[in-house]
């Protein structure tokens, strides 16, 4: 029967995954890898053989039919990214929407996602939160700050380690040095960092080393004035 198995993969330790993911990446007849060299790896690691297929940013405009029409002619596939859960700040969501409108099956499986962790490690609040993923580089950047600064809930932002002081001033003009956040780098791997503190705390301690890894950023929502007069 066909389907589309997303399937995520680990963000550092290469035991995050699930034997159930494991058992899919064999069984299915193939896999689209946002990097098949990336990806190799970890399957070469897990003693799979199935046959893979370039599927990234640059091309899954034009691969989402071809990948379409061999689910409808009855073959199953999994879709991976390079770290994490697919379609979560990497390729995916216009394969998941195209086999929705096709009628394909679409199995999303648990597993690993950077930001759950960095929100639980970050000891602010997590019943409610809003993920922000990545913020527009240049056009539309300083516009959505503006925007989030009446947030009240706390915001995760994901950040390239060579703008993460630069983003950690911005945050600062926009929500304040004494706002609380906290600064997760390597989740899972072998030299994991999480560092709370005020933003002002944050910005001179990683002004002060290099700073190397895939970065989460949770950042305390503003205070809602009317719970605390109440």
């Not at 005020?198 to 910005?203: A, G, I, M, N, V």
């Amino acid at each position: 029967m066909s389907k589309l198995y997303v399937v995520p993969t680990p963000i550092g330790n290469l035991e995050d995954i699930t034997l159930r993911a494991i058992r899919i990446l064999k069984e299915v007849d193939f896999i689209l890898a946002e990097d098949t060299r990336t990806t190799g790896f970890l399957l070469k690691h897990l003693e799979v053989s199935t046959r893979m297929f370039s599927h990234h940013k640059f091309n899954e405009h034009s691969s989402v039919d071809k990948v379409a029409e061999r689910l409808k002619a009855g073959e199953t596939g999994a879709l991976v990214s390079d770290a994490g859960t697919p379609a979560i700040s990497d390729p995916g969501y216009l394969m998941v929407k195209k086999c929705i409108e096709e009628g394909i099956e679409v199995e999303c499986l648990p597993g690993p996602t950077a930001f759950v962790p960095a929100l639980v490690n970050s000891g602010l609040p997590n019943d409610r939160f809003c993920f922000e993923g990545f913020l527009p580089q240049k056009k539309g950047r300083k516009t959505r700050l503006e925007l989030l600064e009446s947030e009240t809930r706390t915001m995760v932002f994901y950040e390239s380690p060579f703008r993460l002081v630069k983003t950690l001033t911005q945050f600062i003009e926009h929500f304040g040095a004494e706002r609380k956040a906290s600064v997760s780098r390597e989740i899972s791997k072998l030299h994991e960092e999480n560092k709370q503190g005020t933003l002002d705390d944050l910005k001179q301690h990683f002004s002060s080393k290099t700073v190397k890894g895939e970065i989460v950023i949770v950042v305390e929502g503003k205070s809602d004035e009317k719970k605390k007069k109440a």
